[in-house]
């Protein structure tokens, strides 16, 4: 997909997945990925690998975006409602909010559902197209 | 619980919640003003000024205590100013009571106010890409009521509850508010009313999710020995104020974050962070929820009002809507919740409302709640929580 992530370090746009960090002392997962000390209260590690996450996960809650939210958002023109979903990534026991793909509204969702991250255009800008993650739920991407 | 422990409430006061638009510092002067006259205690026999800041007035906000102590005439008095997002007021009651306490205050304003924008609240303004609250806002359009939504729809799905039963909270606190002179919304409405209303994150409400309001409130607080020897009666006192931090692994998606920390390899704590800060405040004044005659609960959506009866202990989880529907919550019941009429009714003003949840209470207690008393009310908690980790309760007793 053409463009440039709207922000670094939080996902990898070619490889269609969330940059997370893993630590080295006691081994929990953060995203986005964590520098400096550990968030673990008894760990003391100060070094984080930054991993891929699972690309896929379950739908822990949903909701939508039924009105503009204010900037720095950057809003399609005119406003299109869109929906937020918090999914659940097992392997690493965190749940990881995104937006859902347009095609995709709240009616849509439920609990439990699996889906899958993708590489979306978050909004185009004066120099093009900024990518983010999304969610899509894996039945339609198939 | 012997006096070392517990600080007196000598007056409490209020500017009218709404949008008035004027500056913030005239809410709290009026607040302050109302505490004092109450409390029969002189301005400049404050020897302590505790402010709850306000981030979205520039630098007289981020130094409410001082702004509020020259508004009202520079005494010399000590001066604190508390930033805790939500719990912001109960950070400065937390203040003021440490230093009367350790014998460094004998008597103490607590005062905040806000002057809000239109709308949805916004981060501060810049190009921030290191501040999560900007970047949930840039990357996800995630508001406030983005993370109620949330709540409200994982409810649904673990209890069972009903866009209904979500309704029926804002039903019951309008009933409440509209008896209430300091409330912004003072109208009764119906079930269908509120979910006509339009859509803003399924599955709340415009009418279920609480506005931004400008007011403030006001206390004046001393040692129980110098409210004794001024013959204050009927004698009412805060005997515990909780206002502790999260513990990792939190699993509850808060805002303003992207994920919730991870559950895969350090083993999760005994309680939710919502549970540990009324634990907390249970656990510091020697009392259990059977023990309450009322409560004012954060309701920042008519669902998170549920979460909280089940995080007080008033039931047991995913009884709320039951509780509920028993009447048990209404002014009249086992445990009015939101007497006042809650955030439903009065939207929030961020720093004073922390404040403003201890100000009903101490009127409920002194039996002054004119239009929506609770009959033999003598023990009051309030709960809350905000961004960032942020959350408190107070306990207040007569």
Known sequence: ?142 | MTDAKRIAVLGVGMHPWGKWGRNFVEYGVHAARAALADAGVEWTQVDLVAGADTIRNGYPGFIAGATFAQALGFTGARVSSSYAACASGAQAIANARAQILAGLSEVALVVGADTTPKGFFAPVGGNRTDDPDWLRFHLLGATNPTYFGLYARRRMERFGSTSEDFAQVKVKNARHGAANPNARYRKEVTIEEVLASPMVADPLHLQEICATSDGGAALILSSVEFAKAHGIQPLVTIDAVSTVTPVYPNTTIEMPNFATDSSATVALPPRTFRESITAAVYEEAGIGPEDLSMAEVYDLSTALELDWYEDLGLCAEGEAEQLLRSGATTIGGRIPVNPSGGLGSFGEAIPAQAIAQVVEAVLQLREQATGRQIANANVAITANQGLFGHGSSVLIRR
């Not at chain 1, 930054?50 to 996960?57: A, T, W």
């Not at chain 1, 859902?100 to 559902?113: C, H, I, W």
């Open chain 1, 1 to 142: 997909m053409n463009g440039t992530a709207a922000v670094e370090g939080f996902f990898d746009p070619e490889r269609q997945a969330l940059l997370g960090s893993r630590c080295a002392g006691c081994g929990t997962y953060a995203f986005p990925a964590k520098q400096g000390l550990c968030p673990n209260p008894r760990c003391q590690s100060e070094t984080h690998e930054v991993v891929p996450l699972s690309r896929r996960g379950k739908v822990w809650s949903y909701t939508s975006a039924s009105y503009q939210p204010p900037p720095p958002y950057v809003p399609a023109d005119p406003f299109v409602p869109f929906a937020i979903v918090a999914v659940e990534l097992e392997a690493e026991g965190l749940v990881v909010l995104g937006q859902a793909v347009a095609s995709v509204t709240a009616e849509d969702l439920s609990v439990g559902l699996e889906m899958e991250v993708v590489t979306d255009v978050l909004f185009t800008g004066d120099d093009g197209p900024k990518l983010v993650w999304k969610f899509q739920p894996v039945e339609v991407a198939r």
